[in-house]
């Protein structure tokens, strides 16, 4: 009996759920059915917290690239990942030290050709090519001109130019 009730109530949730332009608050009905399966069975009242859950959700999900909080954007692996010598970047030929961290590149004629582009969806400092230090031009995400780095990433003088380290 009990089996069939949650069955009952089951449906009605999803079937408030399914049809957006039924409820489009959100809230659960106040309407007989409602109020019969929250004095039924108090699984009734989890399914409402579990819409208001979801509902509550959605905003939050929404805003977390808009807190402000620090979100770390260099990638893990591959180019502009951070290294502390050229065996921690696989598939690339060196480790570029600058202001005391260090990031995985590889040689560099052509940005657009040899280099990734910028890991971040927010951040604005372009891929370029830059002298490691040691004459040899390398990949990196210039900020030379108060372009901005990744999150997770500084910027920091390489040489003569700024890059995001």
Known sequence: MALAGCTVEGTDVATTFADPTANPSGTPPTSQGG????ATDGSAGSAGSAESGATSM???TSSEGSTGAPV???PENGMYSECMNAGDCIGLTTCVIAGG???CSSGCSNPIADCDPNPSATATAPAACVD???GLQVCALSC???QTCPGGMDCVALGATMVCA
Do not use: M
């Open 101 to 103: 961290t260090g990031f």
């Open 35 to 38: 109020s019969e399966a929250e």
């Open 132 to 134: 490691n230090g040691a």
């Open 72 to 74: 770390n954007e260099q």
């Open 144 to 146: 030379a001109s108060g």
């Open 58 to 60: 959605t905003p939050a």
